[in-house]
């Protein structure tokens, strides 16, 4: 599946991100015309975000914390020291060449106080210098065509719906100032999203109601200059060299006319949407005269030339075909809230299910996770409940876990398990498995319930509410006393003591969502109840085990086979 892309047009090359049907990571660097492969990064380096230099003989990109410089030519991959004792990542080239731009945090940083900032790298002199350095989450840099100003986003810690600023910064002169909006709405800033002079600059706006809107704003003055809205924006860009602007809608892509709101060209995304997103706005890359883009579920690489036809110039490696039944239904949890739950049957399913608990916490159930797809490769029946709080289910019940991280999202998951059990007549033993938050879930529910389920697994699991960083304001109730009492009741590192269940635990030794002291605590707060617990630490992996999935998958599916 590709998920990610980068071009640099001299050359006409193409770098791909793909990720494999195991979960990992590679990156494919590749010629337009020909098709040929000209250079690879392969998974150990676990790389995200590729960013052809200018002149189109190096790729930057981060992966483990780390960023790195990939040789096109000479196909080598090195780290950049620069960026040691930090945790990197989003960089960007500057427009000569000669520096990036990326966040960062300490990367000893376990409990998240220290939110990222971000960071210019001189590399012709080799320093860095901090840009930004306050308690907001600072990502997501771009540099303005002129070398001199970079845009970025901005979000603080201690709101519960923390919206996003936009943040213009100029490097030369150490300053930074906030792009005004009204009260309620939140700005994203995208890729392409300055003009050719560095004089204008280009950002989503949603207001409190929901309108979206695309704006374009004078730097000197932050005066309007342009805007549309529509909602079905889903992103939109600059187009190079052309007084020009392309809007991104859930089902086209239009080129308007800045002298006024004509749509000069459009393509229709039906049957190819929806466009893969990635967290820097759509997986796209603008040309003047070309724009690419990854489409059809990240199955397709598209090329469109501003004319009628836009054909698939790259096709992803097909996953194996699976066959199941997918079933959707709603349950009551403990509180009476409808949860969704999805549940994916194989043709011959085995006597032992697995309830499955996506992270985020608040990723969308995605039928796609390599780790649905293993199971049901193995014939193992799959329960996902939508718990409150994950997207997919309306704003209502995402923003329903507010306060209520690991206390009414874990109701979700016990309820979830208990209707399975009714439906199935109490007759077959269900297993539990969680990742990254669903792993903290998963340990909590475990704490709950002592018969529920045979075993539980947490892959890379959080240990704490308090190292989720960016969601630690909505955790907890708003009242002093009371998030002081709810600390200890939804902790896994104290309510741990209280699981009865068999555990097997995956984690990644350079993981700063929990450390191997915290996991290792865990295992003997069950084992000193007699209970067995196994722990497996990758020493040289990180959140999401890219590096070690096949042993992963080898050692769960064995473990696994204990309980059938």
């Given at each position: 599946m590709f998920i990610d892309l980068d071009v640099h047009p001299h050359s006409n090359r193409m770098a791909i991100l793909q990720l494999l049907s195991n979960g990992s990571k590679n990156m494919v660097i590749h010629d337009i015309s020909s098709k040929s492969i000209v250079s690879e990064v392969g998974p150990h380096f676990i790389p995200q975000g590729p960013r052809f230099s200018p002149d189109g003989h190096r790729i930057s990109f981060f992966g483990d914390g780390n960023i790195y410089f990939h040789d096109v030519v000479m196909r080598s991959t090195t780290t950049i020291e620069n960026t040691s004792g930090q945790h990197a990542s989003f960089c960007e080239w500057s427009p000569d060449g000669n520096s990036l731009v990326y966040n960062a945090y300490p990367a000893n940083n376990t409990d998240r106080k220290i939110p990222p900032n971000i960071y210019h790298i001189d590399l012709l002199r080799n320093i860095r210098h901090q840009v930004t350095d306050n308690d907001a989450v600072d990502r997501f840099p771009q540099w303005s065509p002129n070398g001199r100003l970079v845009v970025f986003h901005r979000q603080y810690l201690d709101s519960p719906n923390p919206l996003k600023q936009?943040?213009?910064?100029d490097i030369q002169k150490g300053t930074e100032f906030i792009v005004p909006g009204d009260s309620g709405c939140s700005h994203e800033s995208g890729r392409f999203c300055w003009s050719d002079d560095s004089n204008s600059f280009l950002i989503k706006?949603?207001?409190?109601?929901?309108?979206?809107?695309?704006?374009?704003?004078r730097v000197e003055d932050m005066n309007l200059l342009w805007s549309i809205t529509s909602p079905d924006i889903i992103g939109g860009a600059f187009r190079p060299g052309m007084n020009q602007v392309l809007c991104m809608f859930k089902h086209e892509i239009a080129v308007y006319s800045l002298n006024d709101q004509t749509a000069i060209h459009k393509i229709s995304l039906i049957g190819y949407s929806p466009i893969m997103q990635t967290l820097r706005g759509p997986a796209w890359y603008v040309e003047r005269e070309r724009l690419f883009y990854i489409a059809h579920r990240g199955k397709q690489v598209h090329q469109w030339d501003y004319a009628d036809d836009c054909p698939c110039i790259f096709q992803a490696e097909e996953w194996p075909r699976l066959n199941y039944q997918r079933e959707k239904y709603t349950i009551l949890s403990r509180d009476g809230k409808q949860v969704p739950v999805l549940r994916l049957i194989p043709d011959e399913p085995k006597h032992l299910a697995v309830e499955f608990i996506f992270g985020g916490p608040s990723a969308p159930i995605d039928e796609g996770n390599p780790i649905i797809r293993h199971l049901l490769h193995k014939g193992y029946e799959v329960i996902c409940p939508v718990y409150r709080g994950q997207i997919g289910a309306g704003k209502e019940h995402q923003e329903a876990n507010i306060g209520e991280m690991g206390r009414a999202d874990v109701w979700d998951v016990m309820e979830s398990g208990l209707d399975w059990k009714r439906r199935t007549g109490y007759l077959r033993p269900l297993a539990l498995i969680g990742y990254s938050y669903g792993g903290l879930l998963t340990l909590l529910a475990l704490a709950d319930n002592a018969t529920?389920?045979?075993?539980?697994?947490?892959?890379w699991g959080v240990t704490d509410l308090d190292h989720l960083g960016f969601y630690k304001s909505r955790a907890y109730p708003s009242d002093p006393e009371q998030m002081e009492t709810e600390k200890n009741r939804r902790s896994p590192l104290i309510q741990s003591s209280r699981i009865q269940s068999p555990l097997l635990m995956f984690h990644g030794g350079q993981d700063t969502t929990s450390t191997n002291e915290?996991?290792?605590?865990?295992q003997n707060l069950i084992r000193a109840n007699g209970v067995p617990c196994e722990l497996t630490i990758f020493h040289?992996?990180?959140?999401?085990?890219?590096?070690h999935r096949q042993e992963m998958f080898s050692q769960l599916f064995e473990y696994l086979q204990k309980y059938e």
């Open positions: 936009i943040i213009i910064a706006e949603v207001q409190a109601n929901g309108s979206v809107a695309l704006k374009i704003l529920l389920w045979v075993t539980g697994i947490t892959l915290e996991v290792q605590k865990i040289d992996d990180t959140h999401g085990l890219k590096r």
